[in-house]
């Protein structure tokens, strides 16, 4: 999948992510047709339909726990393994900072990590793996998916859903700061393997993550 008209190296921080993604659903039977998204869906959108699913199997769990324990109650760990502010608060979910050197699907890989904020303590929450299209196969064993509109991303994490990028502002109608890059509508998947969601270990929104810091 291709990014288009991505900004230099700023761009590239979703960039690596989406193209992650594709190179994953590339490798997919294709038998399954890929989900119509809408600049009308709700971030985060839970596409199951509401169905509560199957837990993780174990292995995977802990392979995912230990492989990201070291980010699990520090930013600054995960700012200098390579991860990046994504975007900033989304009610139900947190603060997603993303990193574009991960290549492929693995769960020991998240490419984007949501973080929640306690003050001036961070507490990771969810792991999250982006496509571009709803994977025949799931890459988990029970997942579901969300979906994220197209958007504009500024520097600061800010972002406005947008159909193009010829429709982003040079700077963000939130803060001012410089446009970074926009990428085309997403399907989504978390992991709350770190904080508990009652709505279910892959649902996008969580009940626990309050609309404000």
Known sequence: MRIIGTIAV?????????????????????DTPARTHSMAMPMGMDMSGGARVAALPASQLAQ???ATAKYANDLGAAQAGG???LTQKIAGMGYHFI?????????????????ERHGNRWQLGALEW???????TPPLKGATYGAFPAACHYKDGTFT???SQAACA????QSGAAFNFWHP?????????????????????????????
Do not use: C, D
Request: proline share 16%; net charge positive.
């Open 64 to 66: 995912a726990r230990l």
């Open 10 to 30: 700023t761009a590239a921080m979703v960039v690596g992510a989406v193209a992650a993604a594709a190179a994953y659903a590339s490798t997919q039977p294709t």
């Open 83 to 85: 991860y990046s502010i």
């Open 185 to 213: 509508a997403l399907v989504t998947m978390h992991v709350w393997i770190w904080y508990p969601n009652p709505a279910g270990l892959y649902a996008s929104m969580n009940p626990l993550v309050p609309a404000f810091k």
């Open 99 to 115: 990193n574009p050197s991960i290549k492929g699907f693995s769960v020991k890989k998240p490419p984007i990590l949501v973080y």
């Open 161 to 163: 859903p947008e159909p």
């Open 170 to 173: 040079p700077k963000s109608p």
């Open 130 to 136: 982006v496509f571009p299209s709803k994977p025949a």
